[in-house]
Structure formats: structure tokens, C-alpha cells
């Protein structure tokens, strides 16, 4: 077989066409100008993000899809998470030690989402070791440049004195669409965890989540709904659009 191949270069190109491994350029992402990712950031990063906190809920094969279109259309952090997290069968990690080593190269570069995306990939394969100064370096830079999730990701490795700094940051986070920031908003309102305990304004939180159409969203939802109902019967009827949007604008 070696010898056909070795004479037969046609054959070899066919061959990795239809295996569509192991051959220069594939699975490359089209070179975008500074605008054009800029632009992928702004439209997608929330919703990737989203999507690997979820990838455990089916179908599988939605955030599948809706990630390998950014990756189609140039966004490099989402062609990364596909090789980095086996988005079609869950939550199994996968062994690209190239697609590691151009995720460390962006992020050393400046690239916030690919900081951010590289913090997050520890998190989930790295969780039995202590965070080193590259990850707390990696979301402070993320942070401030506005990735939700390492907002999010920042708030929670703060210490219980920062509360109010934690607060802060998930609000600007949950505003930007982060879901476990959302989430996060919700619970400081129903437990009056650095703000004044407010039930309403953890549903309409939670409603904020639901958004996102994922069974994470519903579920907080649900929760935050039947704590509110028990103290008021028929307090979902006040819950109007503009009721939470003016609720959830403010701390």
C-alpha cells in the first residue's frame, strides 16, 4: 500500500480528501483582517462560551453546528474548542497537542477570547491543581477586555472579603449574556447575598437565563419561579418585559 501511495500522489491527495485527516490545511480557518475578528468576538463569544458550559446537554449536535459555524466563517477560538472538547459526544476532552499549542500562542499573543478560552479549558482538565499566575494573568486580561465568562471566571476566584467586587463583575458579565453570570445574579437575590434579598428580581434574572434555551436556563428558572410564587401566589403575572427589564438594569 505504502509503495502505491509513494507512486500514486493523486491517489494520496484523494485519500485524504475523503479521511479529511492528517493533511497541510485541513481544518485551517480562512485569514480574517483585525475588523472581521473583531467583529466574530463581538457576535459569537458570549454564545460560545455558552455553549461549552452546556456541551452535556442534548442535542448534541445543536451546539455542534452552531460552533463549527464560527469556526466556518473565521473565529479561531471556536475551531480550537473543537478540537479541544468533544463537543458530538459531550464532555470527553480531546488530544490535539497543536491545537494546545496555537491556543497558548494566541493567548500569549493578546488574544482575549483565546485567554479566556484557554482558562476555561483548565478549569475543566486541570481542576486537581492549584491556578497558577498564567491563569490568573489569562482572565484579569480577558476580564478587562470585556469576555464575559472570564468576568464571570474572575469573580469566582476572588476572595468572600471582595463580595461586592464579585457582584459587580457578574452584573456587567450577566448584561453581556453570560449564563452562569445570569445564574450567578439570581442566586445573590434570593439568598440577599451582598444585595437586599429581592425574589422578583432573582426570577427576572432567571428569566434572563431561560433565554438561552438551554436546560441550565429552565432549571434556574423553575427554581427561582417557585421560590417567588410561595411568597407571592400570583406574583409571575407582575414579571412583564419591562417590570424585569427595569429590575435587572440596576443593582
Not at 461549552?52 to 455542534?64: N, Q
Not at 471556536?78 to 479541544?84: C, E, I, Y
Not at 419561579?225 to 418585559?241: S, V
Amino acid at each position: 500500500m505504502k509503495n502505491i501511495l509513494k507512486q500514486s500522489p493523486w491517489l494520496l491527495l484523494i485519500l485524504c480528501i475523503l479521511l479529511s485527516v492528517g493533511c497541510t490545511g485541513n481544518n485551517s480557518v480562512k485569514p480574517i483582517s483585525k475588523s472581521q475578528e473583531e467583529m466574530l468576538r463581538s457576535k459569537y463569544e458570549v454564545l460560545l462560551f455558552n455553549h461549552l458550559r452546556t456541551r452535556g446537554e442534548w442535542p448534541l449536535d445543536k451546539r455542534f453546528r452552531s460552533i463549527k459555524q464560527m469556526a466556518d466563517e473565521g473565529f479561531e477560538s471556536a475551531a480550537l474548542a473543537l478540537k479541544l472538547f468533544d463537543i458530538e459526544h459531550s464532555d470527553l476532552k480531546r488530544n490535539d497537542a497543536s491545537a494546545q499549542k496555537r491556543l497558548e500562542q494566541l493567548a500569549e499573543q493578546g488574544n482575549p477570547t483565546a485567554q479566556c478560552l484557554y482558562a476555561f479549558y483548565w478549569e475543566h482538565y486541570n481542576f486537581q491543581d492549584e491556578r497558577g499566575e498564567r491563569w490568573r494573568r489569562y482572565v484579569t486580561q480577558a476580564s478587562n477586555h470585556g469576555v464575559a465568562h472570564c468576568m464571570h471566571l474572575r469573580a469566582i476566584s476572588l476572595e468572600r472579603n471582595h463580595l461586592n467586587e464579585q457582584i459587580n463583575l457578574k452584573f456587567e458579565a450577566a448584561h453581556k449574556g453570560d449564563l452562569y453570570a445570569q445564574s450567578g445574579m439570581a442566586f445573590y437575590y434570593e439568598k440577599g447575598l451582598g444585595v437586599e434579598k429581592d425574589l422578583a428580581k432573582a426570577t427576572c434574572w432567571a428569566i434572563e437565563a431561560q433565554k438561552s434555551n438551554t436546560d441550565w436556563g429552565r432549571g434556574l428558572y423553575k427554581d427561582m419561579a417557585f421560590f417567588y410564587t410561595q411568597e407571592n401566589p400570583n406574583g409571575l403575572q407582575k414579571l412583564t418585559p419591562e417590570f424585569c427589564n427595569a429590575a435587572i438594569s440596576v443593582r
